[in-house]
T-cell receptor, first 116, second 108 residues
Framework: DTGVSQNPRHKITKRGQNVTFRCDPISEHNRLYWYRQTLGQGPEFLTYFQNEAQLEKSRLLSDRFSAERPKGSFSTLEIQRTEQGDSAMYLC??????????????FGPGTRLLVL | AQKITQTQPGMFVQEKEAVTLDCTYDTSDQSYGLFWYKQPSSGEMIFLIYQGSYDEQNATEGRYSLNFQKARKSANLVISASQLGDSAMYFCAMREGFGTGTSLTVIP
């Protein structure tokens, strides 16, 4: 399977703990995106990378959130000192295009986080 | 900034009928793209169709077509010959974000 993969698929943690999610994009896709989706809502943009460079960060991405994409391949999203409000589905997507307009994004299955 | 508005929280359609899901957008960009995604209850986000702002023809992909009206800033999704498997959430999106979605239920 050459689609976008995310690990873990589910994560339950206690408030205050740190969590890290991993995303492996489709091979050779140069753009990678992170979104957060809460129940009944559309995905909210968090950040995106072109290769290893983090080009844009949403104001939703507080200083407790950090994302990396070393070597322009897989990416990690870390949440420090988790809060109950962080409970959501975290979606990763990748895109092959250099064009700012035609950016068909291929999504992974998501990581569902529950903070107790 | 780009903004997407979907005003239909839920829609019902009879199997084999066509249905239109509304999407309006706002952007100051001269060149932009519009996307539609389907999200079934299983959670995965599935790309359906893309429309570029300079494309002269409305996009079509199988049973999906996009009714693009640039002057009105609308990009409605038309699903023809609805099937039970079309029941899902549908999201209109631009590069900077997604709409709130429309829940489509296909009735047998």
């Amino acid at each position: 399977d050459t689609g976008v993969s995310q690990n873990p698929r589910h994560k339950i943690t206690k408030r205050g703990q740190n969590v890290t999610f991993r995303c492996d994009p489709i091979s050779e896709h140069n753009r990678l995106y992170w979104y957060r989706q809460t129940l009944g809502q559309g995905p909210e943009f968090l950040t995106y990378f072109q290769n290893e460079a983090q080009l844009e960060k949403s104001r939703l991405l507080s200083d407790r959130f950090s994302a990396e994409r070393p070597k322009g391949s897989f990416s990690t999203l870390e949440i420090q000192r988790t809060e109950q409000g962080d409970s959501a589905m975290y979606l990763c997507a990748s895109s092959p295009s250099f064009s700012l307009t035609q950016e068909t994004q291929y999504f992974g299955p998501g990581t569902r986080l529950l903070v107790l | 900034a780009q903004k997407i508005t979907q005003t239909q929280p839920g829609m019902f359609v009879q199997e084999k009928e066509a249905v239109t899901l509304d999407c309006t957008y706002d952007t100051s960009d001269q060149s932009y793209g519009l996307f539609w995604y389907k999200q079934p209850s299983s959670g995965e986000m599935i790309f359906l169709i893309y429309q570029g702002s300079y494309d002269e023809q409305n996009a079509t992909e199988g049973r999906y077509s996009l009714n693009f009206q640039k002057a009105r800033k609308s990009a409605n999704l038309v699903i023809s010959a609805s099937q039970l498997g079309d029941s899902a959430m549908y999201f209109c999106a631009m590069r900077e974000g997604f709409g709130t979605g429309t829940s489509l239920t296909v009735i047998p």
